[in-house]
């Protein structure tokens, strides 16, 4: 891994989230990349599944609210500490993905992705109705949470530097699986699946493997991102715009590649904040994504990274 | 000479249409068996129910005296039987390298990412496809894809190899290149080959055994020469029996 | 017990215009393979379009329906032109991604225009009484001009030229192409038909409810769960289909909850996917 040059890229890049914020202070900065690094996890973590294996998971956002929803409850109701209640929230939306996967991803193609975007609606509405949950009023934090980490101000930036350490996890186990066996099987299952399987690759097990694996990450992530809120609501949590968003970053950027879904997110994020302030595109913000996710698949598949490759084949190993 | 491969009274219906129906033959170790018929003689499903892409209604399949009926094509490619496909399915946005490399590392021996790539390349000299080791399977002409097809079912380091007519849209010259690659498998790496071929000159002149195969029953086995002589053979299929003496002749 | 029967005799007409909006999702998908992901968008354009002509225009609503109905066909052509033709040949994943943009532009803009606030067509029409149950007229109405529709479009596709045209196209596109069907005409036809039918649902459920920009998304659920009972490409399946889903729905609305209807049916949908690939009825040829 130490000889790609990507990895070290990937180093750096998070060292720069840490330290530009960190060193100067600037908080708004540190929100916009705070989100910015938000979306770099989802966007990786979904071109697991889309980027590297050929199946659509509309329903990403699903393991972000609902590890949000288990690290609020277990900070809130249960008073564990943020770092516990992060990590057995990443293992238990990974757990309940892995059982979910046993289902639907006997799905092919199309199918599949149907039944993710069911998920989504169906997960917001059992947790909605979900008592332990608050409901439809979600769940809300109180200041003694954040007494453990400093008071409010220190726990901010310790969340912030959570996360941005979570993405440079991701990044580097992108890479990881991209260069290793595994990867190699993913590859071929999104080319063929059924060339893939008579040539021995065991496609159910490693289907179900890169779903629960592309589930974990962005469930801590959720506990991070919600505690840092102080707040969880339903439409928020399983917001699927922002699923879409997800796929839209990635063709954007470029799927299959671990720079493609980071360059896309971080583009996008800022794209977005951009939209969002101004007066005239606020409104039309799905139908600006929706604009360009059809001109990426229209004319664009291979996103901005696969122009990219085409224009300068030599960065094809440099920017994986 | 060891068994490698039973098939014993193996059928298979599709809704009203017997596919296959009581089919029972054996291959030996490093044999070379041909398997010819009509088309829609149900050849391909006969392949289809020995790797397990299709679970047979009766009958077993034992290879190297196990049974593997029914089981899983991704077990079966690791006990040591590949297959290729009659419609080629290249892995198409991955490079040559890559495509072989897949079936190196999940055949029959678990090798490590390094150990396939070195079996690849390796194989890849075999069918003359080393200097577009870096191209994308999806760029490759008929030809490459069908030597791509090949090289991929063998690095998986089979001890039967399973073609599906593997000539069929090839110019004289590529099929002179394959059949001796054909050949060359079975002489320097002892693979056994059950192909499955509608070139005359080829199936007789490779095969140890033929088998013919007609509306999903066996019409006639045995060695060329018989088959060749084989009346009902020659009524339900080859057609000209002097003309294929004179192939026959000519191959040999 | 009579609220049940009630419950259940509602369902299966409301599931009749089910069965109408799966047609719609299960033709496109018969015929270029195609799934269809604005499906909840045309469904609430139709809808939308019956409000303007009904509480706007002032226009009667159920002829309405034609002219939705063939402006339903002109925008599914264009949508066809302008966004799914390019992607025909490509992966599963493309054409997906092309309809679902196409969705994300239409919704967007709905939303932007109308907002997600609820509107209403105001009528009704005398419905039949029972053990003081009321089964009201627009719901039988709607069901009957539902399987009239419904019907049409089996008379078109049976017993006209340019229907056998698109049957054989779904059949074999290659060999229909090699008989001189000119098949690109032919998949702007039939994703216009398609169109067509889930903007006339739309508007049939739109006499019967109140709706907003975002409700398309809850019948292009029921659409997906009745196309895999029906199975993906059979229209007389999802008629069928339809109304199994609507007595379902019928026989738990009193029992349960409406805010589980999502779950129910997302768990229907992947329990029958599983245990049936290929959908449950199987009428005529299947997939």
Known sequence: MYKRPFFWIVLAVTAIFALVPGISGDVSLRESLLLGAVYIVLASNLNLMIGYTGYVNFGNIAFFGLGGYLGMYMVTVLHWPLWLASLIAGACVSLLALLLGLGILRLRGAYFALATIGIVEAVKALVANLPAFGGASGMYLSFSSFAPLGGPRHALWIVYFAIVALMGVSLLLSLAIKNSKFGLGLFAIREDEDAAIVLGVRAPWYKSAIYAISAFIPAMVGTLYFFKNGVILPDQAFDLTLSIEAIVMLMLGGQGTVFGAAFGAFVYEQFRGFLLVSPTFSQFQLVVAGVLLLAIVLFLPGGFTGWLYRRLPKLRKVLE | ?252 | MYDVIASLASGLLVGAIYGLAAIGLTLIFGVMKVINLTHGAMIALGMFALYFLVSVAGFNPYLSLLPILAGGFVVGVMVYWIAVNRVIGSSDLMSLLATFAVNMILIGAGTALWTTSPYNVNFSLPGISWHGYTIPGTQILAAILAIIIAAALYGFLYHTRTGKAVRAVASNRQAAELMGIPTRRILAIAFGLGIAVASASGALIATLFPFTILSGGSYELKSFVVTVLGGLGNPAGALLGGILLGLIEGGVAPFVDVSWTPVIEFTLFVLILLAFPSGLFRIGKGR
């Open chain 2, 1 to 252: 000479m060891n068994e490698i491969l039973k098939v014993s009274g193996v059928g298979k219906r599709f809704g009203g249409v017997r596919a296959v129906h009581q089919v029972s033959f054996h291959i030996g170790e490093g044999e070379i068996y041909g398997l010819i018929g009509p088309n829609g003689a149900g050849k391909t499903t006969l392949f289809n129910l020995i790797n397990g892409v299709i679970r047979p209604d009766e009958g077993r399949v034992e290879f190297r005296g196990q049974d593997i009926t029914g089981m899983q094509p991704y077990r079966v490619v690791r006990l040591g039987l590949s297959r290729t496909h009659q419609i080629v399915k290249p892995l198409n946005d991955m490079t040559v390298l890559e495509n072989v490399t897949v079936g190196a590392c999940f055949g029959a021996s678990n090798l490590s990412l390094k150990a396939a790539h070195s079996v690849a390349y390796d194989v890849l000299k075999l069918v003359d496809l080393n200097d577009r080791s870096e191209h994308l399977a999806g760029e490759l002409n008929i030809a490459g894809k069908k030597r791509l097809e090949i090289a991929r079912a063998v690095a998986a380091q089979p001890g039967l190899l399973l073609l599906d007519e593997t000539l069929a849209g090839l110019n004289p010259t590529e099929v002179g290149r394959m059949i001796e690659v054909i050949r060359r498998l079975r002489d320097e790496r002892g693979i056994a080959i059950l192909m499955i071929e509608h070139l005359m000159q080829a199936i007789m002149g490779l095969s140890d055994r033929v088998m013919v195969l007609n509306f999903g029953e066996m019409l006639a086995e045995g060695s060329p020469e018989e088959i060749a002589n084989d009346e009902v053979v020659i009524e339900a299929y080859l057609g000209d029996p002097d003309l294929t003496h004179k192939i026959l002749e000519m191959s040999t």
